[in-house]
């Protein structure tokens, strides 16, 4: 694991789940703090996004896949 997840808190709100999250990307050294979403099975937000994010791909997916699997998405 390249990264280290945090869930702070969510909320769930009919099929949406909105998420605080915090990440640290070892490779590059820093924390990260966004709230992300769930809008039915997709995740949504900058951290995790393929262009946006300012994380490591290695640790985009690696957050990606463990916000899927906590939140059974």
Same mark, same amino acid.
């Given at each position: 694991m390249k990264c280290h997840i945090t869930v702070t808190d969510f909320v769930e709100k009919? *099929?949406?789940? =909105? %998420?605080q999250v *915090? %990440?640290?990307d070892e490779q590059k050294n820093?924390? =990260?703090?966004e709230e992300l979403r769930? !809008?039915?099975e997709? !995740?949504?937000g900058d951290l995790v996004h393929v262009k946006k994010s300012p994380l490591t791909e290695q640790c985009r997916l690696e957050t990606i896949t463990y916000l899927k699997k =906590?939140?059974?998405r």
């Open positions: 009919n *099929t949406a789940i =909105y %998420v *915090t %990440v640290y820093q924390w =990260y703090q769930f !809008l039915d997709r !995740l949504y =906590y939140f059974n």
